[in-house]
């Protein structure tokens, strides 16, 4: 079989594991109600069918005799399943898919990808683990609504085959993409962007008694607040990513007592159709500057011009490690619906974290959900007066 190279984020996901010893800090996943009506053995098939059709989710990694990374694509694979029947209600069926998700799974296993159907009492569900490094969010998102798809077909006793991108050829659009003009033009940006910002300040107070995994703390902006909040961003041209950047950025800049400060945040970095329908892991993590002078504008134009340049690979220059400690990832239900019908799935993450902290902001449509995962160094007292700082913050602008 022909040996591929890492894209640029599966070596940053593959040098990321090497460094960090939780076996469970890079799994993703999601998972499904379904139907009562579902026959979950034909559903199990679909899912078969649709892992087997997609190259990515068929990627096996290895080191060459230099140690270095490289992947194969295998033909086809027999992937992991699990029926799980027995389960007396929803709360036990979440909590055994949250127990998944925290156990070990290391990028150099024959298999990076396990399913379940679960049931309990009347209720179905479908549970997906996947390692990061086959994947983003988004890419499960097109595998669990063709999932859904592939079980119709199947019930018609349909044959057509779906079009499957390879997840090859976005890795030859890197090498093409390294020796072009559009990388030289990108590099000079980066480099000049970095240089106007501040570096890594580790402003969060280290708790050596804390001896708990990474742990998440939540809170939730009500309706009222939400549509206000939606004003705001419509009144001042912006999206909600930006304003969410902004009310975190802002008050950990504060908390610097400097007039910039660096968060990063998750570009999708899937650039054209094609990729937009390609399953595999192109998510780009890139540096958005705070600016006290410019206040929402500035974090607006910030975003506006990473994602002008958001295929760069950032480790390329080397000025750029540790270059923020906060990572903000916003995710919208309305508009992934709008993409993926009504087959969405609810998001799974393990409970641990490679920054010291990561916000999660996602629109529930009715309210927005936050939620901070933190490494356990992190002090919870000082996470819980920046959430009571950013609340304070929430309540100005809702005005």
């Not at 295998?74 to 699990?82: A, D, G, I, L």
């Not at 086959?134 to 085959?161: C, H, P, T």
Request: charged share 25%.
């Amino acid at each position: 079989m022909k040996h591929y190279k890492l894209s640029f984020q599966q070596e940053e996901m593959w040098l990321a594991e090497q460094f960090y010893s939780q076996g469970s800090l890079f799994v993703i996943g999601g998972y499904l109600q379904l139907g009562e009506d579902i026959d979950i053995n034909l559903y199990s098939d679909a899912v078969q069918m649709e892992l087997n059709a997609r190259q990515s989710y068929r990627a096996r990694i290895s080191v060459d005799e230099d140690g270095l990374p490289y992947q194969v694509f295998e033909h086809s694979k027999k992937f992991k399943k699990r029926m799980v029947l027995d389960l007396d209600s929803e709360e036990a069926a979440l909590k055994w898919m949250d127990k998944q998700m925290n156990i070990a799974m290391f990028c150099d296993a024959d298999s990076l990808v396990e399913f379940a159907v679960l049931q309990a009492g009347e209720d179905k569900y479908f549970f997906l683990k996947v390692h990061h490094i086959l994947s983003d969010y988004w890419g499960i998102n097109i595998l669990l609504a063709d999932i859904f798809s592939r079980y119709e077909m199947l019930l018609r006793k349909e044959k057509v085959e779906p079009t499957c991108y390879k997840y090859s050829d976005y890795i030859d659009a890197q090498l093409e993409y390294l020796d072009s003009l559009s990388y030289k033009k990108d590099k000079l940006y980066w480099e000049s962007a970095i240089d106007n910002v501040n570096k890594y300040k580790n402003i969060f107070s280290v708790d050596n008694e804390c001896s708990s995994p990474s742990k998440i703390i939540s809170f939730e902006v009500d309706n009222l607040k939400k549509k206000m909040i939606d004003s705001y961003a419509k009144n001042n041209n912006v999206s909600s990513f930006v304003v969410w950047s902004y009310i975190v950025g802002e008050i950990l800049r504060q908390e610097t007592d400097n007039d910039n400060y660096t968060i990063g945040a998750h570009f999708l970095n899937r650039t054209n159709s094609k990729q937009k329908h390609t399953a595999g892991l192109f998510v780009n993590t890139l540096p958005i500057k705070i600016d006290k002078d410019k206040g929402l504008h500035g974090v607006s134009e910030s975003i506006k011009n990473a994602f002008r340049h958001q295929r760069f690979p950032m480790r390329k220059i080397p000025e750029t490690d540790n270059l923020y400690e906060v990572v903000v990832s916003y995710r919208s239900y309305n508009n992934q619906k709008k993409i993926f019908g009504e087959v969405y799935p609810f998001p799974l993450k393990s409970k641990e974290s490679s920054y010291p902290i990561e916000v999660y902001v996602t629109d529930q449509n009715e309210f927005f959900n936050i939620e901070f995962v933190c490494q356990r160094y992190v002090n919870d007292k000082y996470v819980a007066d920046i959430i009571a700082k950013i609340r304070q913050l929430i309540n100005k602008l809702a005005v």
